[in-house]
């Protein structure tokens, strides 16, 4: 997978983008990441990317023109590539796992990291999709690109070392993670459940489905709405709502 990224803070992709899976990821020639930084692309001798918003108001926008031509050098440069071109804004759409399963399909993502007030309007036009990563204001893109990227990349084939446990975590599934427990098996008291100790992998798998079943039910019942449950999850939540 190749991603750009265009932003005016290259350097705070430094650090997150080189450790751990995404920096893995690169190194074994999954994944490239290159950053561009759109202010070299002003044609203004300055080399400004904002300007004051016609009809007035707070704070600056940025131009169109620099960021239209950081894009045309990346289409110049991989001419070949199908492109999904991201805008990051708080008006965009919530980005949700299967949002970030989606762009782990894609051969190249590109993502813009607005900054000031936000956008000149017709930079819209420009991209294929507008995201939010939640329901509050950040100063930058950037720290939601990182967040979208590390979403995606670890969805890439063979980029987790066990490839299942993406596919069982949290949100992947529709319901929340399943408790866990590693040794010792008693803690200050607290015990792990007997059931996970007994080598019977019919009995653990129910169990884990149903406390699976409980956490989501207890702590986001929106997520179960949206499901369609299966005759033995009706069961076990039946089960959980007399307990
Ligand atoms: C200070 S914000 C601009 C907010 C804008 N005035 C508004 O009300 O929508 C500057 C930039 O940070 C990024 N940003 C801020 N919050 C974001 C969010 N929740 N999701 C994605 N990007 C965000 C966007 O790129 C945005 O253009």
Redesign the pocket.
């Known amino acids: 997978m190749r991603i750009d990224v265009l932003t005016l803070f290259p350097k705070m992709f430094e650090g997150p983008m080189g450790e751990s899976i995404l920096g893995k990821a690169q190194e074994k020639g999954q994944l490239e990441i290159k950053l561009s930084n759109f202010r070299d692309y002003s044609a203004n001798k300055h080399h400004t990317v904002d300007d004051y918003p016609y009809g007035g108001g707070a ?1 600056m926008l ?1 131009k169109v023109q620099p960021i239209y031509d950081n894009l045309e050098a990346i289409k110049k440069a991989s001419p070949d590539t199908k492109k999904r071109i991201v ?6 759409a919530p ?1 949700n796992q299967k949002m970030a399963e989606d762009f782990s399909q894609e051969e190249h993502l590109v993502f ?8 000149d309007e017709r930079i819209r036009s420009l991209v294929t999709d507008e ?11 950037e720290l ?1 690109a990182m967040v979208m990227i590390d979403a995606t990349v670890r969805l890439l084939p063979e980029v987790l070392g066990n490839e299942l446990s993406a596919k069982t975590d949290s949100h992947s599934t529709g319901l929340l993670e399943h408790p866990q427990y590693t040794r010792p098996a008693v803690f200050n008291d607290m015990e792990v459940p007997e059931v996970l100790k007994n080598g019977n992998h019919k009995l653990i798998e129910t169990w884990q489905l149903k406390e699976a079943l409980r956490r989501t039910w207890q702590r986001r019942p929106d997520m179960l709405e949206k499901m369609e449950l299966t005759a033995e999850m009706e069961e076990l939540l039946e089960e959980i709502k007399q307990e």
């Open positions: 704070g940025l805008l990051l804004d708080p008006a965009g980005f813009i990291c607005g900054h000031y007030e936000g956008y995201v939010s990563i939640g329901d509050y204001v950040l100063t930058g893109g939601g």
